[in-house]
């Protein structure tokens, strides 16, 4: 069954260091996609990104870039020169093309950017 | 505007009284889904939609019921209410192409509905 895993409940920097959220998934499938969704403390949920399981190229979005690896079915998020604006419940999601039109969400990293 | 609404946005209501939170997106999606959110569960998948009239099951279907009437709405039906749903509820739509009808795109979340049953 798919899963996906945010091991890190809640973590705290201080502004201007690099942070890693990480994101371990499960799938039997060959086709899936995987995502990561911000949630601030307005409380709304923002789309950062989307990855097919066949596009294994990292990607880098200004401060964030996005470290895709299936040979350890984890897609990590890392924010660069962290800024209190990034301070946000994190999410990571996995959807499987043949199983289901289901998508799973991880339980979430609650990151909280110091001043 | 693109985007999703739900009504309302917050509701305190009692146990066994039944109620509907509306969800209406413009975008077109044929994709809608809903979530509930819940401290230290994160997202879980309630129901879903992948046309008008198609519906299943996410993975907490238990004491819900959805519908897909029109293609820009998608209501959350709760006949009879209990205080474990008490929740934070958001509906969301995404587009499918042609080759993958599903959840495969960017979601497009509402603002949320804060429910609270007592």
């Known amino acids: 069954a798919q899963k996906v895993t945010q091991a890190q409940t809640e973590i705290s920097v201080v502004e201007k260091e690099d942070v890693t959220l990480d994101c371990v998934y499960e799938?039997?499938?060959?086709?899936?996609?995987l995502f990561w969704y911000k949630q601030p403390p307005s409380g709304e949920l923002v789309f950062l990104i989307r990855r097919n399981s066949f596009d294994e190229q990292n990607e880098i979005s200004g401060r964030y870039s996005w470290n895709f690896q299936k040979s350890t079915s984890s897609f990590n998020f890392t924010i660069t020169a962290s800024q209190v604006v990034d301070s946000a419940v994190y999410f990571c999601?996995?959807?499987?093309?043949?199983?289901?039109?289901?998508?799973?969400f991880g339980k979430g990293t609650r990151l909280h950017i110091l001043p | 505007e693109a985007q999703v609404t739900q009504n309302p946005r917050y509701l305190i209501t009692v146990t066994g009284k039944k109620l509907t939170v509306t969800c209406s997106q413009n975008m077109n999606h044929e994709y809608m889904s809903w979530y509930r959110q819940d401290p230290g569960l994160g997202l879980r998948q309630i129901y879903y939609s992948m046309n008008v009239e198609v519906t299943d099951k996410g993975d907490v279907p238990e004491g819900y019921k959805v519908s897909r009437k029109e293609k820009r709405n998608f209501p959350l039906i709760l006949e009879s209410p209990s205080p474990n749903q008490t929740s934070l509820y958001f509906c969301?739509?995404?587009?499918?192409?042609?080759?993958?009808?599903?959840?495969?795109?960017?979601?497009?979340f509402g603002p949320g509905t804060r429910l609270t049953v007592l």
């Open positions: 999601a996995l959807s499987e093309l043949w199983r289901d039109d289901k998508i799973i």
């Open positions: 799938t039997r499938d060959t086709t899936y996609y």
């Open positions: 969301a739509s995404a587009w499918s192409d042609r080759e993958a009808m599903g959840p495969y795109n960017e979601q497009f």
